[in-house]
């Protein structure tokens, strides 16, 4: 297994084409194209159910796209998922944590998964204030420690592309400064992001996706409800 | 290597921590089998002659306790995601959890079953065999475990089902397990049970993997 640090700086541009999705029997989108280079940051809008989740967890190779596809420098990710995994840092609606474990444990092994040693939990957990709770049961957390948590994986193991599904949810307004600060330096260092929703977070030049405007989602359900 | 092990670690840590999985296994094969001279009666012929068998029907049974949580809890809380998005292939995760499940589940039962084969009468003689049986079986029953378990995951009532779905496969293992015990009592008996019971392993080992592998991809899609 290479270890992460080998393929970790090797940023690139992340591009779709044509790209479209289903979920069960409706269509959630298509002829969808993106161009994210290194840097960059691209935000997914849309109402509720719109295929924003679904769009990043096909970003991250969870199941494939039915029409078009993902690419890394021009090269098709599903030629190569086990390079494409290496590449992203994906964090996800759900947390991740056992309440029997401690946050440092937690943190250690989510490293160890990624092959990445890690010395000094306490170090990662620092940028979004979790430093001091390095020995406490994850049964113990409040929901906005929990979804801190699961974003400190972020500085463990250098990826250059970052996927996150709404990161800001239950976060307080230091720790979405953390955050901000967090996705600043990445992408000041060539790193990208895709994230859904940015609420109060200070992000600047970003692209906007929005998923709201297809015909077929005005035509059949125009509140955006039931999907 | 590192994810491989981390994985193994952080499941028997879990289960120390949270002591229900494998505590429970455990005591249900020691109960469940001192429930036989009760039912049957207590003659020792008697039992002697069925200790083997009633030994290993409550190990398999004590395997399946806890199969429909082998994967289950990661799939709730999200850690299936970051095992499949991890660099560690996730046939070897698989590999990972079942051998986490045998530590757990199989390996107590099998320092258990000197006590019970001792309550039952087992003829001392085929005690090593039984013993040799079972820890060639039990590992296979984790295997086929794990297919099921992860065909399963997501499904109403899932350890029910995938209870029928295993119970079917681990047929062979029963018989050529409780086999081999038996054939040690005979001393014109050869080795062919357990040369069996270890084929079965050597054929469970990469397909058992390959099939959780592929449901897994399937349920986290």
């Given at each position: 297994?290479?270890p992460?640090?080998?393929v970790?700086?090797?940023?690139g ?44 967890r ?19 990710v ?17 947390d991740?944590?056992?309440p ?17 040693r890690?010395?000094?939990p ?44 709404e ?36 992000l ?24 | ?6 994985i ?10 949270q ?10 094969f ?5 429930l ?9 012929e ?41 660099p560690?292939?996730l ?33 001392p ?14 590992p ?16 109403r009532?899932?350890?029910v ?30 080795p ?13 080992l ?16």
């Open positions: 297994m290479p992460r640090t080998m970790a700086n090797r940023h541009t992340f591009s779709a084409t044509a790209l479209g999705a289903v979920r069960g029997e409706k269509k959630l989108f298509s002829g969808l194209d993106f161009r994210l280079p290194p840097g960059g940051a691209l935000v997914l809008t849309g109402p509720n159910g719109s295929g924003k989740s679904s769009l990043l096909l970003m991250a190779g969870f199941g494939r796209p039915v029409a078009g596809h993902l690419a890394w420098d021009g090269a098709d599903a030629r190569d998922p086990e390079a494409h995994r290496l590449r992203l840092h994906y964090v996800g609606h759900q991740g944590l056992k029997a474990l401690t946050v440092a444990e937690t943190l250690r092994f989510w490293a160890a998964l990624g092959g990445v890690l010395a000094d306490a170090a990662a957990l620092a940028p979004l204030g979790l430093a001091g709770l390095a020995g406490t049961p994850c049964r113990f957390l409040s929901s906005g420690q929990r979804r801190r948590l699961a974003l400190s994986r972020l500085s463990v193991g250098a990826a250059p592309l970052w996927l996150l599904d990161p800001a949810v239950g976060l307080d307004a230091a720790a979405l400064g953390a955050l901000s600060r967090l996705i600043r330096h990445h992408r000041g260092t060539g790193g990208s992001i895709v994230l859904s929703t940015h609420q109060g977070m200070e600047d030049g970003i692209e906007t996706i929005s998923l709201a405007d297809f015909p077929w989602r005005r035509a059949d359900d125009p509140a955006g409800l039931d999907w | 290597m590192s994810s491989f092990a981390a193994i670690r952080r499941d028997l840590r879990l289960a120390f921590r002591g229900g999985d494998g505590a429970m296994a455990v005591m249900f020691v109960l469940a089998a001192l036989f001279p009760f039912g049957i009666g207590p003659e020792p008697v039992l002697a002659r069925v200790a083997a068998g009633i030994i290993w029907v409550t190990a398999l049974l004590a395997a399946l306790l806890a199969l429909d949580r082998m994967f289950l809890t990661d799939w709730e809380d999200g850690t299936l995601e970051l095992i499949r998005l991890s560690l292939p046939e070897l995760a698989v590999l990972a959890k079942c051998f986490s499940h045998w530590l757990v589940t199989g390996l107590p039962v099998l320092a258990a079953t000197p006590l019970v084969a001792l309550m039952l009468r087992l003829d003689a085929a005690l090593p065999m039984l013993l040799l049986s079972l820890a060639i079986g039990t296979v029953l984790s295997l086929f475990g794990s297919a099921g378990a992860a065909l399963t995951l997501g499904a009532r899932g350890g089902l995938v209870s029928l779905l295993v119970l079917p496969l681990e047929i062979p293992v029963l018989i050529f397990g409780v086999g081999a015990a038996d054939a040690a009592l005979n001393p014109e008996a050869g062919a049970q357990l040369v069996i019971l270890a084929a079965l392993f050597a054929f469970a990469p397909l058992c993997p390959l099939a959780a592998a592929a449901a897994l991809r399937q349920a986290l899609e």
